[in-house]
């Protein structure tokens, strides 16, 4: 990630399960965000974390060591539980990626060219005709769909550099999309990366989002689990109560490391010759 932004948010970033979660409101955020992508150096990827997302990075130390150099943003109710247990308070902002790319799109005023990788064909070729209808001073270009063969990714990062890219959007799913982007796509591709999971499907109005109210009220989980429950019991039927427990596990961990920590380490014993080999 740039240093720049690593410095920039040092201040303003929450452990979560030993992950530094950006602590940022929706102004600060967008602002902070819209001048990485402006920076003319170096790159910042950026992950919306949930608590599926914490729940495989406990168990993937390969995607836990890509997201420790994402920049990350706080997704969800279970984000909020874990900083509060963690930390005493929530997060100042839900700054999912569902809401927060389109408004970052309209609080970009300067033209970007915008590339789009994820989802069906029909599905990102629709999301990018929304996406020209939400903010029609960006230019957005289709590289790929989501079911590219992966033994090719070559061909699809050179068509990224081909296109100058200014900010590169990629929608494949974790932690698939987050190691791919880690593997394949560095500063010479662009400088800014949002990796957006399901994003595509919600702004081509292929999966339709949770009314207002739900949403307002945090169970827009509940409305996806209603809409899609072959797929997503066990995200949050199971998924739910052991990320829970994770939180407890983890705080009470925190809690035994701090206090080991922090006891007086008795100094070592002097071992002093014996009396025969002092007289030898």
């Not at 130390?61 to 509060?84: C, F, K, M």
Request: one cysteine or more; hydrophobic letters at 45%.
């Amino acid at each position: 990630m740039n240093l720049v932004a690593n410095f920039a948010v040092l201040a303003s970033r929450r452990m979560i399960f030993d992950l530094p979660v950006c602590d940022l409101n929706w102004e600060d955020a967008l602002t902070f965000i819209n001048e990485l992508a402006s920076l003319p150096v170096g790159q910042t990827v950026i992950s919306f974390v949930n608590a599926h997302n914490m729940l495989l990075m406990l168990n993937d130390g390969g995607y836990r060591d890509v997201l420790a150099q994402n920049l990350i943003l706080p997704d969800g109710v279970g984000l909020d539980i874990a900083s509060r247990v963690a930390h005493g308070v929530s997060f100042p902002a839900n700054l999912n990626g569902t809401d927060f790319v389109p408004a970052l799109l309209t609080f970009m005023e300067r033209p970007k060219r915008i590339g789009l990788i994820g989802g069906r064909r029909d599905v990102i070729e629709k999301a990018a005709e929304n996406f020209r209808k939400h903010a029609p001073w960006h230019e957005f270009i289709v590289i790929a769909d989501g079911y590219f063969d992966k033994a090719q990714s070559n061909l699809i990062t050179a068509e990224v550099g081909r296109q100058n890219i200014d900010v590169l959007v990629v929608g494949m799913g974790t932690p698939l999309q987050e190691k791919w982007v880690a593997e394949h796509i560095d500063a010479q591709h662009a400088r800014l990366v949002l990796t957006v999971g399901a994003l595509f499907d919600f702004v081509s109005g292929t999966v339709p989002r949770a009314p207002a109210l739900m949403r307002a009220l945090r169970f827009e989980w509940m409305y996806r689990l209603l809409q899609e429950p072959s797929r997503l019991w066990r995200r949050y039927m199971l998924g739910v109560p052991l990320f829970l427990y994770q939180v407890i596990r983890h705080q009470f961990g925190r809690k035994e490391r701090i206090l080991r920590a922090t006891e007086p380490q008795s100094a070592p014993l002097l071992q002093l010759p014996s009396r025969d080999k002092l007289a030898g």
